[in-house]
């Protein structure tokens, strides 16, 4: 068998050149015989290789009439083939299948949009990052207009609806502008329900957020990802030019990240040239902003609100991190604001705590104001515990006790250590001794305590009058005394 060019070199020779078949075996390095053969043919046949036959020739009839009522995957057809008796595998099935039904590339319509009327949102994955002593999944919200594909890019911990409207509003403050329609895919944040031929129902807390910025939500279709080309291509342009080899564990962690990501917003996203509209983004731009709606003079609070009950410790749990509150709301319901990077708790329209949020894992983070609230109440209690067991010592006690307030500056303390001295000495002795202090006069826990060192000490008895020497001495008589020298003075 001879290539198709040397056919052509070999019938030039013939034809044209009118040399022999010798000469042309010579040329082309041909067998005589060969020339022979092909000289004699008026065109290029390609031999046709001998056709084995295969164990599903009889079986392919029966796979072309299932295919035509209905489409069903190669694996199907094997399946019911083994119930006729078919013993093959699988995978000469799929290969005869892919011949009969090649598989069909659908076609698209090149969507146009006008300036300032679209903008399309998406959520991306970027894998894990390092929060403390745990990981978090890292997320990317991408927000794209439409004609200029002017593109805003921010790095997130989650999807939720905070994170979703949080990184809207924060990409409307980075335009300076809002576009008349938002087009996100059918996510719960955005969409509750979209059935094929229906029009979609919209999350209530993002239609509040779509009427306070003015613009009109636009979900693409159900399962129809290109509606929504310009947001998926943008997401796939950040994975392979932003994220590709960037080292997610670098120092600063989430800050960090989106920083280096509006450097790459500024000096290469939006001033590259784009591959369809063969300008920069940021040229496009300025063209296109006079046709995009202002910004509302406040912006839309995105917070999300919900009900959650204090446990007796006072804590509130979110994300197996606790936060404390003060302890009268102990095992009380209050209303939770959650924010990408806060959270506040409300008792109707009083503000109960204020928390930075964390992304760590079963951490207890507590305010000083609310815990010192529960240790003065523990220590109020205490007190007056003590000075209930002071009461108690004497009947003298509470009359000693207002002496002690109009002498002593620190009343608390001398109480305390009384009560201290009738645990060590006994209630009886302590009792006797604020008696006798106060018919003395003397009020201080110091004489209480002197009182009752003094009685406390051992003395010893008095005895006998003993003398081992001069013995009789104790015998001797005196004369009585002579004051006759007084009376002469």
């Known amino acids: 068998m001879i290539a198709y060019q040397t056919f052509c070199q070999l019938r030039q020779g013939w034809d044209e050149q009118h040399l022999t078949m010798a000469q042309i075996a010579r ?3 041909l067998h005589p015989q060969t020339v022979k053969k092909w000289v004699g043919r008026p065109r290029y046949e390609q031999r046709q290789a001998a056709r084995r036959a295969s164990i599903l020739d009889g079986h392919k009839p029966a796979i072309t009439r299932w295919l035509a009522e209905h489409p069903f995957t ?3 057809l094997w399946q019911r083939l083994r119930e006729q008796g078919y013993v093959g595998g699988c995978s000469i099935v799929r290969d005869y299948v892919r011949t009969v039904r090649p598989p069909r590339a659908p076609a698209y319509l090149t969507l146009t949009y006008a300036p300032g009327q679209c903008a399309q949102i998406d959520w991306g994955s970027a894998g894990a990052i390092a929060v403390g002593g745990t990981r978090r999944a890292l997320s990317f919200f991408v927000f794209v207009l439409c004609h200029s594909r002017w593109l805003h890019v921010e790095f997130t911990l989650g999807q939720s609806q905070e994170w979703f409207l949080g990184c809207q509003r924060r990409a409307f403050e980075a335009l300076g502008a809002v576009p008349l329609e938002v087009m996100p895919d059918n996510c719960k944040t955005a969409v509750l329900s979209h059935r094929v031929g229906e029009p979609a129902v919209c999350n209530p807390h993002y239609l509040d957020f779509a009427r306070h910025y003015g613009f009109t939500i636009k979900p693409c279709g159900p399962r129809q990802p290109q509606a929504k080309g310009r947001v998926e291509n943008a997401v796939g342009y950040i994975k392979k030019n932003f994220l590709a080899g960037r080292d997610l564990a670098a120092p600063g962690g989430l800050a960090a990240l989106n920083a280096a990501a509006r450097l790459w917003l500024e000096t290469v996203a939006n001033v590259r040239q784009h591959g369809e509209t063969k300008r920069t983004p940021a040229a496009l731009l300025t063209e296109e902003r006079v046709h995009l709606r202002p910004l509302p003079a406040n912006p839309y609070e995105t917070v999300l609100v919900r009900t959650v009950r204090v446990s007796n410790r006072c804590r509130v749990t979110l994300d197996t991190n606790r936060y404390s509150v003060p302890p009268r709301y102990a095992s009380a319901p209050l209303t939770l604001q959650l924010a990408s990077d806060r959270l506040r708790l409300f008792d109707g329209q009083t503000l109960v705590a204020d928390h930075v949020r964390s992304f760590e894992r079963r951490g207890d983070y507590e305010q000083p104001d609310h815990v010192q609230t529960l240790l003065d ?3 109020q209690a205490r007190h007056q515990r003590t000075f209930l067991r ?4 004497a009947p003298v006690a509470a009359a000693y006790h207002a002496q002690l307030a109009e002498r002593r500056l620190n009343v608390r303390h001398h109480v305390e250590k009384i009560v201290a001295l009738s645990e060590i000495h006994g209630p009886d002795a302590v009792s006797r001794a604020l008696t006798d202090a106060h018919a003395l006069g003397a009020y201080s826990c110091e004489y209480i305590a002197n009182l ?13 009058l003993h003398l081992t020497r001069a013995s ?7 004369p009585p005394p002579d004051l006759s020298p007084y ?3």
């Open 472 to 478: 009789d001495l104790l015998e001797l008589e005196l």
């Open 377 to 379: 109440e523990r220590k």
């Open 390 to 393: 002071f009461l108690a010592l």
């Open 74 to 76: 190669a694996t199907q």
């Open 487 to 489: 009376d002469r003075s």
């Open 27 to 29: 040329a082309l390095s």
């Open 452 to 464: 009752l060192e003094q009685r406390g000490r051992l003395l010893p008895e008095a005895g006998a």
